[in-house]
C-alpha cells in the first residue's frame, strides 16, 4: 500500500531536482504514469478493504502513553476516495500535457502536481488525525504552489498568498480541535476515537467543542463561509490547476475529515446543525454570485463552493455516505467543466470573457458536447450522475424533517441549472461575439486535451448508477458499501410515494432552470440586460459579491495592517531599537570616557594611580 504514495512522491521529487535537464517528452510519460500506478494498486485492492486494516510503516511520535504512527488505514472510505483522488487526477496529468506545452515551467508545473497528489493522498490514507494533518497542510502549501504558479503576474502571487493565509485561519481551529482530541482521547488513531466515542465515553459538549473547532478548518479547507473567499481568487492559477483543487483534492478534504470522524458529529446535534445550516447557506449564496459572473472559470469557482456546500449540508444532516456520494460524482462532472472551459480558453487564446464568445459549438464540437453533458449531470436531469447524488442529498433531508433546509436546497438547484446553462449558451450558442482574428484561430483541443474530456463525460453520465432510489431499489450498492464507516447510523423511514414526489420536483426544477436559461439567453438575447438594469442594485450586488471581500478588508486586514505599521513606528522603533541602540550608545561613550585611562603612557598610569592611592588615603583619615 506505501507504493501508492511512493511514485507521487518519487515523481516530484525526481522532477523538482532533475526535471530541467529532461525532455520535455519523458517529463509528458513520467509524471501521468506516477498517478496511474497508484490507481491500479487501489483498483487491485479494493476489494480487501475492512473496517481494521491498517499498515503499519513506523513509530512516528511516542509521548507518555500517547503513540502516533505513520501507518495507512484501508476500508471502505479511504479506498473510494483513492480511486477518485488517482483517477481523476491522472486524467487532469493527461489533460495537462496538451494544455501546458508551451510553458516555460513545465517540468516544474508537474512537479507540483505529482506532490499535490501525493499529500491529498497521505490526507485520506491517514490512519489516525496527526498524519492526516500532515496531509491537510501539505495540500495547502501545494494550492500555494500551483495557484501561484504563474508569479511573474502579481495577481497570481496575490491569489496564491490569499489561499495559503485564509487556510491557516481555519487551520488554527482544526489544530486547537486536534489536540482537544489527544487531550480527552489520548490516542490520535481514528479507531481508537471513534471506538472512544461509539463507547459513551466522550461528554456531549466535548464533542460539540471539538466538533466546531474541526469545522473551523474545514471552512478553509473546504471554502465554506466565513472562509470561501480565497477559492475564486485561485482561478488565477493554471486551468489543470483549477480542475485538480477543485474536483479532486483539496476542497473535498474537509467534507472527507467530517465524515471520516462521523461519530463526533453524530454525536454532537448542535455542531452537525452548524454544519448543515453552513453548507446549504454556502450553497444558496455562492449560487446568486455564479448568475452574475461574466469570467466563465469564476462561474465554475462559485459553483464549486455552491457544490461542496451541498456535501457539507448532506454531512450535517447524517448522509454521510451521500455526501461522499456526490463527492465522488462531483469530482467527474466538475473536473469536466474546469477542462471544458480550459480548452475553451486554450482556443480563445486565453480570453476568459464570455461576452466575448459565442457560437463554439461549431467550432468545437467534441468540448461542447462533453460540457454539455457535465452541464447537464451538475444541474440534476435524471439519467445523469449528478441527478442521483444531489436527489439523494435533498430526499435525506427532507425525510429527516429539515424541511426548512430542504427548500434552500431545493431553490439553489434551481439556480444551479440556471447559471451553468446561462454558462453555456454564452459560450457556445449564438452569433461568436469574439474578434475577427480570434475566431479566425478557433479550433478543437489536442487528443490529449479531448479524450479526458470523454472519459469524464461517460462519468458523469453513468457514475450515479451505483446508487439508484430506493424506489427503484431497496438494496443500493452504494449505502450498503459506506453503511460500514458510519459509527451511529440514523433509520430513516422512506415512504416510495413521497420518494417518488421528491425525484419529479427535483427533475422538474433543474428542467426549468434550464428553461429559464434558455429564454433568457437563445430565446430573447436582450432580455438580461434589461432585466439587469431594472434591477440594478440586485444585479450590482451579486457581480461584485456582496462586497465581501471589500469588508473583510476593512474590518479585519486594514486594522492589523494599520495596527502593525503603529506597533512597528510607536514600539519597534522607539522602544525596542531604542533600547538596542541605546545600549550600543552608551557602550560607546562608556568607552570612550574609559579611553581616557587607557592611553598607554606608563607616566598617565602612574600617576592614576598616585592619585587613587591619595583619594583613598584621605577617605581614610577622614573616616569618611
Same mark, same amino acid.
Given at each position: ?9 518519487l ?5 523538482? %531536482? ?18 496511474? =500506478? ?8 479494493f ?9 503499519h ?9 500517547i503513540?502516533?504512527?505513520?501507518a ?7 479506498? !473510494? ?12 496529468h ?21 506532490l ?5 493522498l497521505?490526507l ?23 495557484i501561484?504558479f ?24 482544526? /489544530? =486547537?480541535?486536534?489536540f ?9 488513531d ?5 471506538s472512544?466515542v ?10 460539540t ?17 466565513? %472562509? ?11 486551468t489543470?490547476?483549477?480542475a485538480?483543487?477543485?474536483a479532486?483534492?483539496m476542497?473535498?478534504a ?5 465524515v471520516?470522524?462521523?461519530? *463526533? ?14 453548507? @446549504?447557506?454556502?450553497a444558496f449564496?455562492?449560487a446568486?454570485?455564479? /448568475?452574475t459572473?461574466?469570467d ?7 459553483s ?7 456535501? @457539507?449540508f ?7 455516505g451521500a455526501?461522499?456520494f456526490?463527492l465522488?460524482?462531483? !469530482?467527474f462532472?466538475?473536473?469536466?467543466l ?5 480548452? @475553451?480558453? $486554450? ?8 461576452r466575448?464568445m ?5 467550432y ?5 458536447y ?6 447537464l449531470?451538475?444541474?440534476g ?22 424541511? *426548512? ?8 438547484? %434551481?439556480?444551479?441549472? /440556471?447559471y ?20 479566425? $484561430?478557433? $479550433?478543437?483541443?489536442?487528443?490529449t486535451?479531448?479524450?479526458?474530456? *470523454?472519459? %469524464?463525460?461517460v462519468?458523469?453520465? *453513468? ?9 427503484i431499489?431497496?438494496h ?19 415512504t ?38 431594472k ?5 450590482k450586488?451579486?457581480?461584485d ?11 479585519f486586514?486594514n ?15 522607539a522602544?525596542?531599537?531604542?533600547i @538596542? ?16 585611562f ?21 577617605i ?5
Amino acid at each position: 500500500m506505501i507504493f501508492i504514495l511512493l511514485f507521487p512522491v518519487l515523481s516530484s521529487l525526481i522532477l523538482i %531536482l532533475f526535471g530541467r535537464y529532461l525532455n520535455k517528452k519523458i517529463v509528458s510519460l513520467f509524471s501521468p504514469i506516477s498517478i496511474l =500506478i497508484p490507481f491500479i494498486i487501489g483498483i487491485m485492492n479494493f476489494d480487501k478493504a475492512g473496517d481494521n486494516i491498517i499498515y503499519h510503516i513506523y513509530r512516528w511520535i511516542s509521548i507518555g502513553n500517547i503513540n502516533i504512527e505513520f501507518a495507512l488505514k484501508w476500508d471502505h472510505l479511504s479506498a !473510494a476516495m483513492v480511486l477518485m483522488v488517482t483517477g481523476v487526477s491522472f486524467l487532469i496529468h493527461v489533460y495537462s500535457i496538451g494544455y501546458m506545452a508551451e510553458d516555460k515551467s513545465y517540468p516544474r508545473f508537474f512537479a507540483y502536481m505529482n506532490l499535490f497528489t501525493f499529500f491529498m493522498l497521505v490526507l485520506v490514507l491517514s490512519s489516525n488525525i496527526i498524519m492526516m494533518f500532515v496531509g491537510w497542510e501539505g495540500v495547502g502549501l501545494c494550492s500555494y504552489l500551483l495557484i501561484g504558479f504563474w508569479f511573474e503576474k502579481e495577481s497570481a502571487a496575490k491569489a496564491g498568498m490569499k489561499a495559503f493565509i485564509v487556510n491557516r485561519i481555519g487551520d488554527l481551529g482544526f /489544530l =486547537i480541535g486536534i489536540f482537544w482530541i489527544l487531550y480527552v482521547v489520548r490516542s490520535a488513531d481514528f479507531i481508537k476515537i471513534n471506538s472512544f466515542v461509539s463507547s459513551g465515553l466522550m461528554p456531549v459538549a466535548t464533542a460539540t467543542i471539538i466538533g466546531l473547532l474541526l469545522f473551523a478548518g474545514a471552512t478553509g479547507k473546504s471554502a465554506q463561509i466565513p %472562509l470561501y473567499v480565497w477559492l475564486p481568487d485561485a482561478m488565477e492559477g493554471p486551468t489543470p490547476v483549477s480542475a485538480l483543487i477543485h474536483a479532486a483534492t483539496m476542497v473535498t478534504a474537509g467534507v472527507y475529515m467530517i465524515v471520516r470522524l462521523n461519530g *463526533i458529529y453524530s454525536l454532537t446535534p448542535t455542531a452537525s446543525m452548524v454544519v448543515a445550516v453552513v453548507g @446549504v447557506w454556502t450553497a444558496f449564496y455562492a449560487a446568486t454570485i455564479a /448568475l452574475t459572473q461574466t469570467d466563465i472559470k469564476k462561474v465554475l469557482a462559485y459553483s464549486t463552493i455552491s457544490q461542496i456546500g451541498y456535501m @457539507v449540508f448532506a454531512a450535517g444532516i447524517g448522509a454521510y455516505g451521500a455526501a461522499i456520494f456526490h463527492l465522488i460524482m462531483h !469530482a467527474f462532472f466538475k473536473a469536466l467543466l474546469f477542462l471544458g472551459a480550459g480548452s @475553451v480558453i $486554450h482556443a480563445m487564446g486565453g480570453i476568459q470573457d464570455m461576452r466575448k464568445m459565442g457560437g463554439l459549438k461549431k467550432y468545437m464540437p467534441t468540448t461542447f458536447y462533453t460540457f454539455l453533458i457535465a452541464g447537464l449531470a451538475i444541474s440534476g436531469v435524471p439519467g445523469f450522475a449528478g441527478f442521483f447524488s444531489k436527489d439523494e442529498i435533498l430526499a435525506n433531508s427532507y425525510f429527516m424533517n429539515h424541511r *426548512i433546509l430542504w427548500i434552500i436546497g431545493i431553490m439553489t438547484a %434551481l439556480l444551479t441549472a /440556471l447559471y451553468i446553462f446561462r454558462l453555456i449558451f454564452m459560450t457556445f450558442y449564438g452569433e461568436p461575439r469574439m474578434d475577427k482574428e480570434v475566431q479566425y $484561430h478557433i $479550433h478543437e483541443s489536442p487528443k490529449t486535451m479531448t479524450i479526458p474530456l *470523454i472519459i %469524464l463525460a461517460v462519468l458523469s453520465t *453513468i457514475g450515479g448508477y451505483i446508487s439508484l432510489p430506493e424506489f427503484i431499489s431497496k438494496h443500493s450498492l452504494w449505502k450498503s458499501y459506506m453503511d460500514k464507516i458510519i459509527v451511529f447510523k440514523k433509520e430513516i423511514l422512506f415512504t416510495h410515494t413521497t420518494e417518488i414526489n421528491l425525484t419529479l420536483l427535483s427533475s422538474f426544477i433543474a428542467i426549468l432552470g434550464i428553461f429559464i436559461a434558455w429564454y433568457l439567453y437563445v430565446k430573447n438575447t436582450g432580455l438580461p440586460d434589461k432585466l439587469s438594469n431594472k434591477f440594478k442594485f440586485f444585479h450590482k450586488l451579486s457581480y461584485d459579491k456582496y462586497y465581501i471581500d471589500e469588508i473583510y478588508e476593512f474590518v479585519f486586514i486594514n486594522p492589523v495592517v494599520y495596527g502593525s505599521e503603529g506597533i512597528y513606528q510607536w514600539f519597534d522603533i522607539a522602544v525596542i531599537d531604542g533600547i @538596542v541602540n541605546g545600549s550600543g550608545k552608551f557602550s560607546l561613550y562608556s568607552g570612550n570616557l574609559l579611553s581616557y585611562f587607557q592611553s598607554g603612557f606608563l607616566k598617565d598610569y602612574i600617576y592614576h594611580i598616585i592619585t587613587g592611592a591619595i583619594l583613598i588615603l584621605t577617605i581614610f583619615v577622614l573616616g569618611l
